[in-house]
């Protein structure tokens, strides 16, 4: 069945350190990628996404690649700030499952001055 | 943000009393989905509907049951609580494919069962 690996947190960075939290994922076919993010006491918040292979979702300075060759979507950002802190989901949809969410365990971002 | 609201948002019950979850949407969405959220586990899929009247099972089904009536709301029955269940509820929704397949997250609901 389907699958998402994210790499295991916590991580912590300084402020204006660059990010990268790894995901890959199996799943048939051709997945729709997701990267949700969920600050502390709330619901998840879609991040980005990227539906097809070699696309590249953006939002708000973080990025990630549709990688169908290594089946990677790892998320990056350039400079994080503290109010980056949270954690970050990766997920999928497989074809044909009734938009159901396949999810990674989360990595906790902390970020500090 | 989307239209989605969860009640009640905090909940202490027993082992053994039946509980039931609300989710309530106005966005018309018609894809509605329940997860928990465990620490180590990430959320997992407990059950969906795809419309009215229509629902079926996720990974982590047993014990519970869904119901919807309306295109609005989507109800979560723990029939019988048992300490397992204390968890984070989250409510999902989506417009599915036509809507580029994105879940909108409700607030969640936090069950504590003793």
């Known amino acids: 069945g389907d699958s998402v690996t994210q790499m295991e947190g916590p991580v912590t960075l300084s402020e204006e350190a660059f990010l990268t939290i790894n995901c890959t994922y199996t799943?048939?076919?051709?997945?729709?990628l997701f990267w949700y993010v969920q600050y502390p006491g709330e619901g998840l918040q879609l991040l980005l996404k990227?539906?097809?292979?070699?696309d590249k979702g953006s939002n708000k300075g973080f990025e990630a690649t549709y990688r169908k060759e290594t089946t990677s979507f790892h998320l990056e950002k350039g400079s994080v700030q503290v109010s980056d802190s949270a954690v970050y989901f990766c997920?999928?949809?497989?074809?044909?499952?009734?938009?159901?969410?396949?999810f990674g365990t989360g990595t906790r971002l902390q970020v500090t001055l | 943000d989307a239209g989605i609201t969860q009640s009640p948002r905090h909940k202490v019950t027993e082992t053994g009393t039946p509980v039931t979850l609300r989710c309530h949407q106005t966005?018309?969405?018609?894809?509605m989905y329940w997860y928990r959220q465990d620490p180590g586990h990430g959320l997992r899929l407990i059950h969906y509907?795809?419309?009215?009247?229509?629902?079926d099972k996720g990974e982590v089904s047993d014990g519970y049951s869904v119901s919807r009536s309306k295109t609005e709301d989507f109800l979560l029955t723990l029939e019988s609580a048992t300490s397992s269940q204390t968890s984070v509820y989250f409510c999902?929704?989506?417009?599915?494919?036509?809507?580029?397949?994105?879940?909108?997250f409700g607030p969640g609901t936090r069950l504590l069962v003793l």
């Open positions: 799943a048939t076919g051709y997945p729709s």
């Open positions: 509907s795809y419309g009215v009247k229509d629902t």
């Open positions: 999902a929704i989506s417009p599915g494919l036509a809507g580029g397949e994105t879940q909108y």
């Open positions: 997920a999928l949809i497989s074809t044909g499952t009734a938009s159901k969410l396949t």
């Open positions: 990227a539906t097809k292979a070699d």
């Open positions: 966005e018309n969405h018609r894809y």
